[in-house]
């Protein structure tokens, strides 16, 4: 029992000495602040390090975070100036800058900053309505700050920042208010398709305009062309006309040869001969029983276009008549001769017929009268010129 008597003083001893040594020395982390008092009464404010204190004397009344600090405050309903009750979130953002005036001046700083926020926010949204309140947030977040700033100095707080989270207008209004909005974005598409269907109407008729514009274009060249091309030909033509000396018996003759054409058709009941038509069988007859050319020198001079182009009949010769007719009635005999062996049995052979000159090919139809025995061929003479038609005053056909 001698024994344990002296060990418990000593470890009473050692444990007043750790209490001791725990009250006297103290470790202040960065932005943190502690106020001490001593007897009672405010000491000291100790900052971030290592400190040491009196055990049993001094007392860390209060542990202030210097760091800015967020605090969110729960929906206030709030009347505007039309009377609309809608509700607001806040957000403050805030830090202590003097530790011993918010232990000192203020027992709760944030429920002092929560109240002075509610009442601030009602007397800011009491005077604009419920438009304004929804879209002036800066100016009611500027005003917020303002008061709240000026309110929390003397408590050793600054308010760095101050948001509305949320404005809430009641459910009708809510509803009212997204209706007027559909009907304003269906306004603002109705506009817009319409400003795009004027827009598209006008370039369609601006591309038909267009397009009309080079298809004239395109059909004024392709005409120009082919009336420059016409006109060449034209002109071409009437030079070579004029290089050959047509006569007037000539173009009379061409003329005769258009008149068939004039008269052709189902439906023309009537035909309009010409003035002209006398002038040009005058001179189809004068062409026809000239056949030296006169030589008055006139119009009327006929231009042999041997002289240009050369006689193109020199080396055609024609054959007689007479030994043509024969050489064809043999050949027609004997093609009928052949027909008929072919056709007749092979044990009834006929003998050959010689065909002579006055032979006829037998066929279905009567045999045609013999031919009267060939004349000898008269020698060869200029065919006489037929009349000229006798001249008649012009007529209109009418």
């Excluded at 800066?138 to 000026?150: A, H």
């Excluded at 009949?313 to 007689?320: A, H, I, R, V, W």
Aim: aromatic letters at 4%.
């Amino acid at each position: 029992m001698d024994g344990i008597g002296p060990l418990i003083v000593i470890l009473l001893l050692a444990l007043f000495a750790v209490i001791v040594l725990v009250r006297t020395v103290r470790v202040v982390p960065q932005q943190t602040a502690l106020i001490i008092e001593r007897l009672g009464r405010y000491s000291r404010t100790l900052e971030g390090g290592l400190h040491f204190l009196v055990p049993f004397v001094d007392i860390v009344r209060a542990n202030i975070d210097q760091r800015e600090q967020v605090v969110s405050f729960p929906p206030q309903p709030v009347i505007t100036s039309d009377n609309l009750v809608v509700s607001i979130d806040t957000v403050i953002y805030y830090q202590v800058i003097d530790p011993k005036s918010a232990v000192y001046e203020i027992a709760n700083f944030i429920a002092g900053i929560e109240q002075l926020t509610v009442t601030t926010l009602r007397n800011v949204i009491g005077s604009l309505d419920l438009e304004q309140t929804l879209t002036s947030r800066d100016q009611i977040n500027g005003q917020l700050r303002g008061v709240l700033d000026e309110a929390t100095g003397k408590w050793g707080i600054r308010v760095n920042r101050v948001e509305l989270k949320a404005i809430d207008p009641p459910a009708s209004i809510q509803e009212s208010m997204e209706k007027q909005m559909k009907a304003e974005r269906d306004r603002r598409a109705a506009i817009l398709n319409a400003e795009g269907t004027k827009a598209s109407q006008i370039l369609t008729a601006e591309g038909e305009k267009q397009s009309q514009i080079l298809r004239a274009e395109g059909s004024a060249q392709a005409r120009i062309l082919e009336a420059q091309g016409q006109a060449r030909a034209i002109q071409q033509v009437f030079d070579a006309i004029h290089r050959g000396k047509p006569t007037q018996k000539l173009l009379a003759y061409q003329y005769l040869q258009v008149l068939p054409q004039i008269a052709r058709g189902d439906s023309n009941k009537m035909w309009i001969i010409p003035s002209e038509l006398t002038d040009a069988l005058r001179g189809i007859g004068g062409a026809l029983g000239a056949t030296k050319p006169s030589g008055d020198g006139g119009d009327d001079e006929w231009v042999d276009p041997g002289e240009m182009l050369g006689n193109a009949f020199e080396e055609t010769t024609l054959e007689d008549p007479k030994s043509a007719l024969e050489r064809a009635r043999g050949q027609a005999a004997q093609s009928s001769k052949e027909a008929e062996e072919h056709a007749q049995p092979a044990s009834r052979v006929q003998p050959p017929i010689t065909p002579g000159p006055d032979a006829v090919p037998p066929r279905q139809a009567p045999p045609a009268p013999p031919a009267p025995p060939a004349s000898p061929a008269p020698p060869t003479e200029p065919m006489a010129p037929p009349a000229a038609p006798p001249t008649e005053p012009p007529t209109d056909g009418r």
